[in-house]
């Protein structure tokens, strides 16, 4: 009989988003001529871009013939988009070698994959609330994990305490799910504690094309010597809308070098490129090709609009709970709206009340930690009509 990884046996029930479909079920089942509308998705709705279409029309065009069909590609990712990864990046005045970059099918993977390059004895700091994939992926190989509390009194930005020492930080920023984005002397100070204390910063950038303020970092390497201790996960779901199409990219930096317990120097993009090659076969040519096309002026242009239509949203929902007076975070630099349940409710009686007296759905905030047992995440990813409606019936509500 095989004995089963038992680390799986102390995940918490996934059942955030089954427990909220199961919900919604049930109250339209009574009340089939209520009108539903769903605020509560990570989803994007808005096709992609032309340019985008056009890139992947010419991969799709490449399989048709001998001469430029594809077979395996780099595990890496194609040099294309590795160069234009790196171009993006230098846009923003920093400069990344395109062969620290590992083109993947998302963050979700690489985040969650990246425990395979780390010892299981190492202290690992994880903010609360948080995106789910961190926690898990550590519980999975059984690592005890300390949390850092993000709450209101810190604007849900932990900032590092000199008396705790870490191995291993996992930041988001802007974060999901409260929306709060690290400053540059903020992100400073992890850099600072992470070199003193010789950790890695495994930083989640996710959101980064939502950053409309030019002097907020929308990498860590924005900061000098963050590539001695971060890592860096990106993805082009919520950029370019490819939460079904499936691309994102990490930075290892070469310059990321520690000693093994005998004494040898080891690069962790080493690493990371021996676990990417041995249990990873690339990310599909034609999806590389609408990757690349993101990164092209005319396609960035593209992803930008839809960008600004998913903040617009935000903003109308923001305006709401300023007018209401109940305290929000994020939905400035982030699709994600993150606010106080009115009167002191916990997040799914408030997910209930306004289930129930608006026909909204929202997502809890216990879904994301402890911290958030009070709080509700709205986002800017639906229709600009929805968004409105759903806006006027919780206005008339609260
Ligand atoms: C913080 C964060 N990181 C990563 C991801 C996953 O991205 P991908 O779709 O590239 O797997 C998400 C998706 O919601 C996210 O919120």
Redo the contacts with the bound molecule.
């Keep these: 009989m095989p004995k089963i990884n038992e680390n799986y046996l102390n995940l918490k029930e996934s059942y955030l988003f089954s427990e909220i479909n199961h919900r919604v079920a049930e109250y339209t089942k009574q009340n089939p001529d209520k009108k539903v509308i769903r605020l509560g998705i ?2 994007v709705t808005r096709p992609l871009g032309d340019a985008i279409i056009k890139g992947l029309h010419e991969g799709v065009d490449a399989m048709a013939s001998a001469g430029t069909f594809k077979g395996y590609g780099p595990e890496q990712g194609y040099e294309f988009l590795r160069s234009a990864v790196a171009s993006y990046y230098a846009g923003h005045n920093i400069s990344i070698d395109p062969s620290d970059i590992f083109i993947s ?7 969650g994959n990246i425990t395979d390059i780390f010892g299981n004895d190492n202290v690992i700091l994880i903010p609360d609330p948080v ?1 789910p ?1 961190y926690v898990d992926s550590n519980i999975m190989c059984g690592r005890k994990i300390t949390y850092m509390s993000a709450t209101a009194e810190n604007d849900f930005l932990p900032l590092p305490d000199k008396n705790v020492h870490a191995d291993l930080i996992y930041l ?1 920023s802007p ?2 799910p409260t929306g709060a984005v690290y400053s540059y002397d903020q992100l400073k100070a992890w850099v600072d504690y992470a070199l003193e204390n010789e950790a890695v910063i495994l930083f ?1 950038a ?2 980064e094309a939502f950053i409309s303020d030019s002097t907020l970092p929308r990498s860590i390497y924005a900061v000098e010597g963050a590539k001695k201790c971060a890592i860096e ?1 990106c ?4 950029t370019a809308g ?2 079904g199409t ?3 990219y990490t930075i290892v930096p070469k310059e990321l070098v520690f000693k093994s317990s005998d004494g040898r120097e080891v690069s962790l993009n080493a690493l990371w490129n021996r676990r990417q090659t041995t249990k990873f076969n690339g990310t599909s040519y034609i999806i590389q090709k609408g990757a690349a096309a993101v990164f092209t002026e005319e396609g960035m242009a593209q992803c930008m609009e839809n960008i600004s239509y998913y903040k617009e949203n935000a903003r109308i929902i923001c305006d709401v709970f300023a007018k209401k007076g109940i305290r929000y975070f994020g939905g400035e630099h982030s699709p994600y709206v993150w606010f106080e349940c009115p009167g002191g409710m916990d997040s799914w009686t408030f997910f209930d009340y306004l289930l129930n007296n608006a026909q909204v759905v929202g997502t809890p905030g216990a879904g994301f930690g402890e911290n958030g047992k009070n709080y509700f995440r709205l986002t800017g990813f639906g229709t600009r009509e929805n968004t409105i409606e759903a806006m006027e019936r919780i206005d008339k509500l609260i």
């Design positions: 990570g989803d099918d998302g963050a979700k993977s690489d985040t995106y994939v988001c974060n999901n989640d996710a959101y996960f993805s082009l779901s919520k490819f939460t499936r691309c994102g």
